[in-house]
């Protein structure tokens, strides 16, 4: 029997790569791919990469009634400020649901208010929904009903953190985070800053006060460690299409330097299946370009013992590891499926 299960949101770029990597994942049907703009329209009219797959199934109207009826488990591809109006609908259905925008991300309510612009209407489910981030919460990830997967950043930021914050190896008061980012980041919708001859080529600061993800990387870490911490980050949107790169800048705490760090990764990361940690070879830094198509985070480190200073970094293909690749690797963790199914594909090269 194999898992029913639709994309709502399936003609953005994240609902695409949900269609793609489930195509080929030998324990999961999709029964139902939602797009108001191209409903009745075959899949492949807006993702080319996929003629020949999902010959029958075509865009549908968002239909939760229909979808209830037909799936086990929706995957919400939609816009913040989405998932809360349909999510209620979804769960007293029965299913469960893997979130990827982010309206559950956040377990305190009112931080909706000061980083989304909006009340959050569902307070009693956001303390249920479990942030999607395998290395994280794997064992809370297996019984939940709602996922919310973190951002792209986010992501990049956290796994790239998260050894030397939890073994508290760093001066947690000083931490602050640089990302470059590709333009798949900002969804399908061309908008001025997303348009190609105003995106190609940049290499650009934005929203640097107050990124929105922000929130999450201080949740997440604060979480780690018992202990609310703050960090500073800037996002760069550059001319790539896709990858992301987390590179933080952290101040070594006495007698720490790369030997601790390293022990730090291996034990962290050294059974999980999507993190590789970088360390030598031509390229001895984490680059996003060797991870793009495949659901890896590369990390790496570089320390400057004399100087009490270190950079950390972490790399992903934002559209997989930070985006539809995690929301498999969750769903694979929710079913007792291997978590690699449908993920197993190693990254492109040249890419
Ligand atoms: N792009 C990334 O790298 C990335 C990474 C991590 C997380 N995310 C998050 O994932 C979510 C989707 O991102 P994306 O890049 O895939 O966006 P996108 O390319 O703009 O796609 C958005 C999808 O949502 C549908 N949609 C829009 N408004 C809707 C509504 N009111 N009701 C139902 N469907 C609606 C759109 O189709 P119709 O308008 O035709 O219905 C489209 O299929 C966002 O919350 C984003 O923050 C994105």
Redesign the pocket.
């Known amino acids: 029997m194999t898992l029913k299960v639709a994309v709502?949101?399936?003609?953005?770029?994240?609902?695409g790569e949900l269609l793609r990597i489930l195509a080929t994942h030998r324990e999961v049907e999709v029964v139902a791919a939602?797009?108001?703009?191209?409903s009745g329209k075959p899949l492949s009219s807006v993702h080319l990469n996929l003629r020949g797959y999902y010959t029958n199934l075509k865009f549908s109207e968002?239909n939760i009634e229909k979808i209830t009826s037909s799936a086990e488990l929706v995957f919400l591809?939609?816009?913040?400020s989405?998932s809360v109006g349909i999510i209620g609908r979804i769960l007293e259905g029965g299913l469960r649901v893997i979130d990827?925008?982010?309206d559950f991300r956040l377990k305190n309510p009112s931080l909706y208010e000061e980083w989304y612009g909006f009340k959050h209407p569902l307070v009693d489910l956001l303390s249920k929904s479990v942030y999607g981030l395998p290395e994280l919460h794997r064992d809370e990830i297996r019984n939940a009903d709602i996922v919310a997967?973190p951002?792209?950043n986010s992501t990049a930021a956290i796994l790239a953190l998260a050894p030397v914050v939890k073994n508290k190896l760093i001066d947690l008061e000083h931490i602050a985070i640089d990302v470059k980012v590709g333009s798949?980041?900002?969804?399908?919708?061309p908008s001025h800053g997303t348009h190609h001859p105003e995106r190609a080529n940049v290499m650009r600061p934005y929203e640097a006060e107050g990124h929105r993800h922000v929130a999450e990387v201080e949740q997440e870490l604060s979480l780690l460690v018992g202990r609310d911490i703050r960090v500073a980050m800037v996002p760069h949107a550059v001319g790539s299409i896709r990858g992301a790169l987390a590179t933080c800048h952290v101040w070594l705490i006495d007698n720490i330097g790369g030997n601790e760090i390293w022990k730090a990764y291996a034990q962290m990361y050294g059974k999980e299946p999507f993190i590789r940690i970088v360390r030598t070879g031509p390229v001895k830094y984490p680059d996003p370009k060797y991870t793009i198509g495949s659901n890896y985070c590369d990390v790496g480190f570089a320390v400057e013992e004399s100087r009490r200073r270190a950079a950390l970094f972490g790399a992903i293909d934002?559209?997989i590891k930070?985006?539809a690749g995690q929301a498999v690797q969750c769903m694979n963790i929710m079913y007792g499926f291997d978590e690699r199914t449908g993920l197993e594909a190693p990254p492109l090269s040249p890419a």
């Open positions: 709502i949101g399936a003609s953005g770029y994240t609902g939602t797009s108001r703009e191209y968002l591809s939609v816009p913040a989405v990827l925008s982010p997967c951002g792209c798949s980041e900002a969804g399908r919708e934002n559209l930070g985006a």
